[in-house]
């Protein structure tokens, strides 16, 4: 696992510095303050590869620049092996090598890695077929180092150059998937008890047949079948199923061939797997949003047997997702990270554990810092109208410095049965503003 990252000179902020819990790590924070170069770093650290650099059909996951070429710029962490070892590395940027200097020799080995990007694409590091090889006595660097996916490639395939020769390393969702079910051995009953653990719970949503679309195409493809639409091919399917699914298939496709191959290997099964997860509610309604992180840590731990540790690194912009690890939650295991521009610069905070009870709540937290969890109008109304019940005229806005003005605003913009409605009208009979 992950046990600390730092950076000093690169990314948005002069420096970041976390401390990651082992089992549930999520980062908050606005657009554009580094959630998702923060776990492109973890990944580089846990795998020492760039998934930019192993895939240029990816449009993100570059190497990190630093800010200012003139200054050192450092990037330090510290992780569990597999074995159980701590280390901790300090990687500088050379400027002449434009690149991180690196160890000399093998590199530890993290366990399995998975990084669910925002795209929909997604890479995966196995301690088993990434590795470096042993020839003789040697230690070799000649294995894939690493599997990056577009999108795209997670639906139809991957072909990857090994030994000069271009190999298909993964047939895609698709091929896989329908070949599973197929077989129907353990990859298909796998892939069903993941896609269902997934699954909004109390929700029917199982596999559905294996469906063609058209006289003409031979493919085969794989259902979902739902409550109201019968069995709909996968590719029909909307964005966020799409994303379950291609999420469910890179769980089983990087742990089944991980175990297939230390089986060929007669490697040890890896004893720690670490999922990043860029914006985990990315597509999903608010109903799958509030159970996406407690089914994704189920889910690894049952597809592992509950024999791995399972460190789960996530980004989200959904107060649903922190409400719905509020009763699952330890601090012995968790932590909530929050990225902020304060005083001029970005910060990355490590905020204490304080449930709120519900979304709205958590949307007016520090967390997303909204002071109000209405529209903009009404947030400006109840602002005036809480200026002028101070006194405070000067601060209500120049159309609404009048008692009527106000009301007839907050008449436009307020549901009938907004909570402010009884502060307004009390206190407007109180003063006999009559309104
Ligand atoms: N490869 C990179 N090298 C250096 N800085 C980067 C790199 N990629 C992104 N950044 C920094 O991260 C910022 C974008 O942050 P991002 O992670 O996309 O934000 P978020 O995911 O929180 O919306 C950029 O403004 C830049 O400062
Ligand atoms: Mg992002």
């Given at each position: 696992m992950l046990e600390h990252l730092e950076l000093e000179n690169v990314g948005p902020a002069p420096e970041m510095a976390l401390d990651l819990q082992r089992r549930l790590n999520l980062i908050t924070g606005d657009n554009g303050l580094g959630k998702s170069f923060l776990l492109d770093v973890a990944w580089w650290a846990l795998t020492r590869k760039w998934p930019r650099d192993l895939n240029p059909r990816l449009t993100s996951g570059y190497p990190a620049r630093p800010t200012d070429i003139a200054r050192p710029a450092?990037?330090?962490?510290?992780?569990?092996?597999?074995?159980?070892?701590?280390?901790?590395?300090?990687?500088?940027?050379?400027?002449?090598?434009?690149?991180?200097?690196?160890?000399?020799?093998?590199?530890?080995?993290?366990?399995?890695?998975?990084?669910?990007?925002?795209?929909g694409g997604f890479s995966v590091w196995d301690p088993a077929r990434n590795y470096w090889k042993r020839r003789g006595n040697i230690d070799v660097q000649d294995r894939l180092p690493g599997y990056v996916f577009s999108p795209q490639e997670v639906w139809t395939g991957l072909t990857a150059e090994i030994e000069g020769?271009?190999?298909?390393?993964?047939?895609?969702?698709?091929?896989?998937?329908?070949?599973?079910?197929?077989?129907?051995?353990?990859?298909?009953?796998?892939?069903?008890?993941v896609v269902g653990a997934l699954a909004v719970r109390g929700e029917p949503w199982e596999v559905g047949p294996l469906l063609r679309l058209s006289v003409d195409d031979a493919q085969d493809i794989p259902s979902i079948r739902t409550d109201y639409s019968g069995a709909v091919p996968i590719v029909h399917a909307s964005s966020a199923v799409r994303r379950i699914a291609g999420l469910a298939y890179m769980l089983v496709w990087a742990w089944s061939e991980h175990e297939r191959a230390a089986e060929q290997l007669g490697l040890r099964i890896a004893g720690q797997v670490v999922l990043l997860f860029d914006e985990i509610d990315a597509h999903l309604h608010p109903r799958w949003q509030r159970t996406i992180v407690p089914a994704i840590l189920g889910v690894m731990d049952r597809l592992t047997d509950s024999d791995a540790s399972v460190q789960l690194i996530a980004a989200?912009?959904?107060?649903?997702?922190?409400?719905?690890?509020?009763?699952?939650?330890?601090?012995?295991?968790?932590?909530?990270?929050?990225?902020?521009?304060?005083?001029?610069?970005?910060?990355?905070?490590?905020?204490?554990?304080?449930?709120?009870?519900?979304?709205?709540?958590?949307?007016?937290?520090?967390?997303?810092?909204?002071?109000?969890?209405?529209?903009?109008?009404?947030?400006?109304?109840?602002?005036?109208?809480?200026?002028?019940m101070r006194g405070d005229t000067l601060q209500c806005p120049e159309d609404l410095r009048e008692p009527e003005r106000i009301h007839e605003e907050l008449q436009r913009v307020l549901a009938g049965h907004d909570p402010f409605w009884p502060r307004w009208v009390v206190w407007t009979e109180r003063e006999g503003g009559g309104q």
């Open positions: 450092k990037l330090r962490f510290a992780l569990t092996t597999d074995a159980g070892n701590s280390r901790s590395f300090e990687s500088t940027y050379s400027a002449r090598d434009q690149g991180w200097t690196g160890q000399p020799g093998r590199p530890w080995s993290p366990g399995l890695v998975i990084h669910a990007h925002a795209d020769r271009a190999t298909r390393v993964c047939n895609g969702l698709l091929d896989d998937w329908s070949s599973w079910i197929r077989e129907r051995g353990d990859s298909a009953r796998r892939m069903s008890e989200t912009h959904s107060p649903l997702v922190l409400a719905s690890v509020e009763p699952h939650f330890d601090e012995e295991r968790d932590r909530l990270f929050h990225l902020d521009f304060r005083d001029g610069r970005v910060r990355l905070d490590v905020m204490p554990w304080a449930p709120q009870g519900d979304a709205l709540n958590w949307l007016v937290s520090d967390f997303f810092g909204l002071r109000q969890a209405r529209s903009v109008e009404a947030e400006r109304a109840i602002d005036a109208a809480q200026a002028y």
